[in-house]
């Protein structure tokens, strides 16, 4: 029996009377199955009539039943008008009077709110479409924007839930053909030599001609019915399709704050997020999570939060499946301590969501345990088994539906699917941010699920950090969980003065759970899987080669006042230094988001462009005075913020490229353009994640609270041969770099990279020298 397999050790049991009396349990659940309803309901029913509310209902009615009760002369002709509805109504001769008031004002109110619900919300998703906004400066706004921007604000209603504006976004429109081989071709002239260059214009002249027409009329009409053109076939074909490792292909991560912690106890810092985190997770389900929006007015889709948690990605031999699970089926999490996994509830019997106090006492009663079982060395067979989801994909597969089908292993890895998120506890502490970057993106191969949304790792030390797996959504969503998560640690008090968990006042927590220890029975042939998939992950973790640090010789600040944009600026930086790292210039591949529209995610921004290469040219050639580079670099920025731009506008070529191909693919077709299009190599893949989306939170450009900034996160080349860059601006007097490069390529290595940008940027600030001298001042 599964029970007595679990009960390696006798429970551990806080007060838990529950199965005494079988009718009160009976109440409790039911109520707490009435109430998820009720809200569920209630939240789809809001979100359904978002801009407008019950409110605008209540007084439609309200006022439709006045005028008729009323006699005044200047309502006359109106009050004739209403009562002629009872005509097709059909209401009987004796219906009393009042009662024929209440539904001919309920008809036509209903019938007057259901037309004003709908021009609301076909208005807003039409001011919604306007993008000028985006090429204008927040302080030298045009006079159309800024009405637009107040019409935005009447139309769009005063407190919407989580997923409100989501039935009012525009939806993505497909650029047109022509726009997008332009922009293809503009960008591979500074990376491919000119006969390269004019076969591609060719192969783009004859596909034009011929295929795209075609495909062009099919993605237009998918655009009109689908929430997103291009969004399930990215998920599909670019993640779930792929055979390839997750670890350090696929998934990412993220770090905590840089040179700051609230306590150094790992079970303190831990219990106190897993509680903040599953109350996250409580404001998405119950859509209590204010909807982001950019500069106050401008919402994004918030899509991708559905499957933050409680969401796993099964491997399947051909395609993986994405499953995400009810609230009712993930109250708890699963927390790893040496390799030993434990289901944690995260609620008391009564529903209430465990106190930091109790979870600190749950985990350190875990970290004991797997002391005394690991003591008992029957279960180390068993420690390495999450190696198994570093393997390929295909073969976790095989190997999930042979071994995980059925029994104790059936039984275990469902809790760890079905788990709001995972825990590591880890057992070292690292000190550098590149030693816990290389941890974080792929552990020692066999300490980090891959499978699962999202696992926070914490250290010995108190430090944390997170890895994310990526098919379900992008950095910028988990950096905003875990934002909720760091600024408790900074606001909200939660540590006494020596780092241990505060009791909360006034809360009476219910009869707790023991945590439940998960056992697997690992056979000699499943065993033999796992060593080889633990050696397959160590080969792949000591290839990888990641170098991050901060960079504070100046930040943003300084960029300013050379009125270039910091984020262009750090791309020309990037630019500079590879091409003094390779002697050449590189396809490079900028992430930007398409969240302005229904279900966007993501668009290329394609950041070598000829004035990029012009400016690199210009700071390696010694005749040219500083004052034409400064021009040149300016040239190159505004050239950049403009491609931003359109790609954030949905006029990028890259999404449109592809699902292009994938529409050619599909009807059997081929395409060289299109195949010569997708298969050049991003060699420098880069991206940039913000720092601060809670608008609530304060900067951490102020001087209290800079240390507390955070490096953000990064993740693994997407080519062999090339470097992945991920960078993050906090505040203005500093950059934090992420750099990663497999060993195994003679020509990369992420150190020589890292010194590269910051020679690079040491050079662009002084060409500045004569215009701003002092340049800023170190903090």
């Given at each position: 029996?599964?029970?007595?397999?679990?009960?390696?050790?006798?429970?551990?049991?806080?007060?838990?009377?529950?199965?005494?009396?079988?009718?009160?349990?009976?109440?409790?659940?039911?109520?707490?199955?009435?109430?998820?309803?009720?809200?569920?309901?209630?939240?789809?029913?809001?979100?359904?009539?978002?801009?407008?509310?019950?409110?605008?209902?209540?007084?439609?009615?309200?006022?439709?039943?006045?005028?008729?009760?009323?006699?005044?002369?200047?309502?006359?002709?109106?009050?004739?008008?209403?009562?002629?509805?009872?005509?097709?109504?059909?209401?009987?001769?004796?219906?009393?009077?009042?009662?024929?008031?209440?539904?001919?004002?309920?008809?036509?109110?209903?019938?007057?709110?259901?037309?004003?619900?709908?021009?609301?919300?076909?208005?807003?998703?039409?001011?919604?479409?306007?993008?000028?906004?985006?090429?204008?400066?927040?302080?030298?706004?045009?006079?159309?924007?800024?009405?637009?921007?107040?019409?935005?604000?009447?139309?769009?209603?005063?407190?919407?839930?989580?997923?409100?504006?989501?039935?009012?976004?525009?939806?993505?429109?497909?650029?047109?053909?022509?726009?997008?081989?332009?922009?293809?071709?503009?960008?591979?002239?500074?990376?491919?030599?000119?006969?390269?260059?004019?076969?591609?214009?060719?192969?783009?002249?004859?596909?034009?001609?011929?295929?795209?027409?075609?495909?062009?009329?099919?993605?237009?009409?998918?655009?009109?019915?689908?929430?997103?053109?291009?969004?399930?076939?990215?998920?599909?074909?670019?993640?779930?399709?792929?055979?390839?490792?997750?670890?350090?292909?696929?998934?990412?991560?993220?770090?905590?704050?840089?040179?700051?912690?609230?306590t150094t106890s790992q079970v303190a810092r831990a219990a106190t997020q897993i509680c903040t985190l599953i109350k996250v997770k409580q404001m998405v389900e119950r859509e209590h999570l204010r909807p982001l929006v950019i500069r106050g007015t401008i919402p994004l889709c918030m899509n991708q939060y559905e499957r933050a948690f409680s969401t796993v990605r099964i491997p399947g031999e051909e395609m993986d499946e994405l499953v995400h699970y009810d609230s009712y089926e993930s109250k708890h999490i699963v927390v790893m301590r040496k390799g030993l996994y434990y289901k944690l509830d995260m609620y008391d019997v009564n529903g209430q969501v465990l106190a930091p106090m109790t979870a600190a006492?749950?985990?350190?009663?875990?970290?004991?345990?797997?002391?005394?079982?690991?003591?008992?060395?029957?279960?180390?067979?068993?420690?390495?088994?999450?190696?198994?989801?570093?393997?390929?994909?295909?073969?976790?597969?095989?190997?999930?539906?042979?071994?995980?089908?059925?029994?104790?292993?059936?039984?275990?890895?469902?809790?760890?699917?079905?788990?709001?998120?995972?825990?590591?506890?880890?057992?070292?502490?690292?000190?550098?941010?590149?030693?816990?970057?290389?941890?974080?993106?792929?552990?020692?191969?066999?300490?980090?699920?891959?499978?699962?949304?999202?696992?926070?790792?914490?250290?010995?030390?108190?430090?944390?950090?997170?890895?994310?797996?990526?098919?379900?959504?992008?950095?910028?969503?988990?950096?905003?969980?875990?934002?909720?998560?760091?600024?408790?640690?900074?606001?909200?008090?939660?540590?006494?003065?020596?780092?241990?968990?505060?009791?909360?006042?006034?809360?009476?927590?219910?009869?707790?759970?023991?945590?439940?220890?998960?056992?697997?029975?690992?056979?000699?042939?499943?065993?033999?899987?796992?060593?080889?998939?633990?050696?397959?992950?160590?080969?792949?973790?000591?290839?990888?080669?990641?170098?991050?640090?901060?960079?504070?010789?100046?930040?943003?600040?300084?960029?300013?006042?050379?009125?270039?944009?910091?984020?262009?600026?750090?791309?020309?930086?990037?630019?500079?230094?590879?091409?003094?790292?390779?002697?050449?210039?590189?396809?490079?591949?900028?992430?930007?988001?398409?969240?302005?529209?229904?279900?966007?995610?993501?668009?290329?921004?394609?950041?070598?462009?000829?004035?990029?290469?012009?400016?690199?040219?210009?700071?390696?050639?010694?005749?040219?005075?500083?004052?034409?580079?400064?021009?040149?670099?300016?040239?190159?920025?505004?050239?950049?913020?403009?491609?931003?731009?359109?790609?954030?506008?949905?006029?990028?070529?890259?999404?449109?490229?592809?699902?292009?191909?994938?529409?050619?693919?599909?009807?059997?077709?081929?395409?060289?353009?299109?195949?010569?299009?997708?298969?050049?190599?991003?060699?420098?893949?880069?991206?940039?994640?913000?720092?601060?989306?809670?608008?609530?939170?304060?900067?951490?450009?102020?001087?209290?609270?800079?240390?507390?900034?955070?490096?953000?996160?990064?993740?693994?080349?997407?080519?062999?041969?090339?470097?992945?860059?991920?960078?993050?601006?906090?505040?203005?007097?500093?950059?934090?770099?992420?750099?990663?490069?497999?060993?195994?390529?003679?020509?990369?290595?992420?150190?020589?990279?890292?010194?590269?940008?910051?020679?690079?940027?040491?050079?662009?600030?002084?060409?500045?020298?004569?215009?701003?001298?002092?340049?800023?001042?170190?903090?």
């Amino acid at each position: 029996m599964a029970e007595a397999r679990f009960a390696v050790t006798e429970p551990r049991i806080y007060d838990l009377d529950e199965g005494r009396d079988s009718r009160k349990d009976f109440i409790r659940e039911t109520r707490k199955a009435i109430v998820r309803r009720f809200f569920r309901t209630r939240n789809l029913v809001r979100n359904g009539m978002y801009p407008t509310s019950l409110w605008n209902l209540g007084v439609t009615v309200g006022t439709t039943s006045a005028i008729m009760a009323t006699d005044l002369d200047v309502f006359q002709s109106l009050n004739a008008r209403l009562w002629s509805v009872q005509h097709y109504m059909y209401l009987p001769s004796g219906t009393p009077f009042y009662v024929r008031i209440f539904l001919i004002s309920s008809t036509v109110g209903f019938a007057f709110f259901f037309i004003l619900l709908h021009i609301r919300r076909y208005l807003l998703r039409a001011l919604l479409s306007y993008k000028g906004w985006l090429y204008e400066q927040p302080k030298k706004q045009s006079w159309t924007t800024k009405i637009w921007g107040v019409l935005v604000r009447l139309i769009g209603g005063g407190y919407p839930l989580t997923y409100s504006y989501q039935y009012s976004l525009p939806r993505q429109s497909v650029p047109a053909v022509s726009d997008t081989v332009n922009k293809l071709l503009e960008s591979v002239e500074p990376v491919l030599e000119p006969d390269k260059v004019e076969q591609m214009k060719l192969q783009a002249k004859e596909f034009e001609k011929t295929l795209a027409p075609k495909l062009q009329r099919i993605l237009v009409l998918k655009s009109w019915w689908a929430n997103n053109y291009v969004t399930n076939w990215w998920e599909k074909y670019i993640y779930l399709i792929n055979r390839s490792p997750i670890a350090i292909n696929s998934n990412y991560y993220c770090l905590d704050h840089a040179f700051w912690q609230p306590t150094t106890s790992q079970v303190a810092r831990a219990a106190t997020q897993i509680c903040t985190l599953i109350k996250v997770k409580q404001m998405v389900e119950r859509e209590h999570l204010r909807p982001l929006v950019i500069r106050g007015t401008i919402p994004l889709c918030m899509n991708q939060y559905e499957r933050a948690f409680s969401t796993v990605r099964i491997p399947g031999e051909e395609m993986d499946e994405l499953v995400h699970y009810d609230s009712y089926e993930s109250k708890h999490i699963v927390v790893m301590r040496k390799g030993l996994y434990y289901k944690l509830d995260m609620y008391d019997v009564n529903g209430q969501v465990l106190a930091p106090m109790t979870a600190a006492k749950q985990l350190e009663w875990i970290i004991e345990d797997a002391d005394k079982q690991l003591e008992s060395n029957s279960l180390k067979s068993s420690t390495a088994i999450a190696a198994l989801t570093a393997n390929k994909r295909d073969v976790w597969a095989r190997v999930r539906k042979q071994y995980f089908s059925n029994g104790v292993n059936k039984e275990s890895i469902s809790w760890i699917d079905k788990a709001a998120f995972m825990v590591v506890l880890e057992t070292k502490a690292l000190d550098t941010f590149s030693e816990r970057g290389k941890h974080l993106l792929h552990g020692d191969g066999s300490t980090i699920w891959f499978d699962k949304s999202f696992t926070v790792v914490y250290f010995s030390n108190g430090k944390c950090g997170a890895n994310a797996e990526h098919s379900w959504g992008d950095a910028p969503v988990v950096g905003h969980i875990l934002e909720h998560a760091m600024s408790e640690d900074v606001l909200a008090g939660k540590y006494d003065p020596y780092g241990y968990c505060l009791p909360f006042a006034n809360y009476a927590q219910g009869a707790v759970r023991s945590p439940m220890l998960l056992q697997w029975e690992i056979t000699e042939p499943l065993g033999e899987h796992i060593q080889q998939s633990l050696s397959f992950a160590q080969k792949n973790n000591d290839d990888l080669d990641l170098f991050v640090i901060n960079h504070d010789d100046y930040g943003k600040g300084f960029v300013k006042k050379c009125k270039v944009s910091p984020d262009a600026y750090i791309q020309l930086a990037l630019q500079l230094a590879y091409y003094r790292d390779a002697g050449h210039f590189a396809l490079t591949y900028e992430s930007s988001m398409t969240r302005l529209y229904l279900h966007g995610r993501t668009e290329t921004v394609r950041s070598l462009t000829k004035a990029a290469a012009e400016f690199v040219r210009a700071m390696e050639d010694k005749d040219k005075s500083n004052e034409e580079r400064i021009a040149l670099m300016r040239k190159a920025a505004a050239d950049h913020q403009t491609l931003y731009r359109d790609c954030m506008s949905g006029k990028g070529c890259d999404r449109h490229l592809f699902a292009l191909f994938v529409l050619c693919k599909g009807l059997g077709n081929e395409s060289e353009f299109l195949h010569t299009a997708l298969t050049l190599p991003w060699t420098l893949s880069t991206s940039q994640t913000p720092q601060q989306q809670i608008e609530s939170n304060p900067s951490v450009g102020h001087p209290c609270y800079r240390d507390m900034a955070s490096p953000g996160g990064g993740f693994g080349p997407v080519s062999d041969s090339g470097y992945g860059v991920s960078y993050m601006i906090p505040e203005d007097s500093r950059f934090f770099f992420h750099v990663s490069s497999k060993k195994s390529c003679p020509q990369t290595d992420s150190k020589r990279f890292v010194d590269n940008i910051f020679k690079a940027l040491a050079d662009m600030k002084s060409i500045f020298k004569e215009v701003i001298p002092d340049g800023v001042k170190k903090h």
